[in-house]
C-alpha cells in the first residue's frame, strides 16, 4: 500500500510540473482571491509550503519580513523565481513529505496544499508545520471545502481520496484530493493537538488558521 501511495503522490507532482504553464489560469479574478488571503493574519518570518508559481509569494511579502517558499516541482518554482524578483524571498525545491524546516517562522502558509495531503501524511505533514513555527506562531491556509466535490472527477479504488484531472493537451493524472467541512477538518486538527478557526469564505473555499497546544494525540 505504501508504494501505491508513493505512486500516486509521484503522479501528483508529475501533475503539477506538468501544469505549471497553465496554472495560472484559474485565478482570473485577481481582487477575489486577495480577498480571502486579507481573512488570514499573515506576518513577520513566512514560510510558504506548496508555492507553486508563486502566485501568493508577493501578496505575501506585502506583509511578512521575509519568506522562505518550497515546492516540490521545478517548473513551478522557474515561474515563481520570475514572480519574487527583488523581493525578501528564498525559493527551496524539495518533496514536502520529507523535507523539515531548518529553521523557525511567525507564520506557515499554504494554499489549496491541505487537501492534497493524503490521510496517511497528514499527522506528519502536520508535524513539521508545528516543527517549524516559532512560539506564538500560527498556520494559515486556503483550500476547498467538501462541496468542490461536485465539480470533481473522483476516482475509486485508489490508495488515498483521488481525483482525475486533465490537461490542456489531453494527457491525464492522479491527485490525491480531501473534501473537508471546516467543522470536519477543525476536528482533526484538534485531535493532534491543534486549535483550529476554520471557515467557508466562498463557495467552495475555506480559511483558516491553526496554532498548537501542545497537547496532540496520537492518530
Do not use: N
Amino acid at each position: 500500500m505504501d508504494d501505491d501511495l508513493d505512486a500516486l503522490l509521484a503522479e501528483q507532482v508529475a501533475y503539477y510540473r506538468a501544469r505549471a504553464p497553465e496554472y495560472d489560469e484559474v485565478y482570473v479574478d485577481k481582487r477575489a482571491w486577495e480577498a480571502f488571503l486579507d481573512e488570514l493574519p499573515i506576518t513577520g518570518d513566512v514560510l510558504e509550503l506548496a508555492c507553486g508559481s508563486g502566485w501568493w509569494t508577493p501578496h505575501l511579502a506585502r506583509r511578512a519580513r521575509s519568506i522562505t517558499a518550497v515546492d516540490a516541482a521545478p517548473e513551478m518554482l522557474a515561474l515563481a523565481r520570475q514572480r519574487v524578483q527583488g523581493l525578501p524571498v528564498e525559493l527551496l525545491a524539495a518533496d514536502l513529505f520529507a523535507w523539515q524546516p531548518p529553521r523557525r517562522y511567525d507564520t506557515a502558509f499554504f494554499a489549496f496544499w491541505l487537501s492534497h495531503v493524503p490521510p496517511a501524511r497528514f499527522a506528519a505533514f502536520w508535524s513539521t508545520v508545528g516543527a517549524a513555527l516559532a512560539p506564538g506562531g500560527q498556520a494559515c491556509f486556503l483550500d476547498t471545502t467538501d462541496r468542490a466535490r461536485d465539480i470533481e472527477r473522483v476516482l475509486r479504488g485508489q490508495p488515498a481520496p483521488s481525483v482525475q484531472r486533465r490537461l490542456r493537451d489531453g494527457s491525464e493524472y492522479r491527485a490525491v484530493k480531501m473534501f473537508y467541512s471546516p467543522a470536519e477538518l477543525a476536528a482533526k486538527l484538534a485531535g493532534l493537538g491543534w486549535t483550529a478557526t476554520i471557515r467557508e469564505v466562498a463557495v467552495p473555499i475555506l480559511a483558516g488558521t491553526a496554532t498548537p497546544t501542545g497537547t496532540g494525540l496520537s492518530e
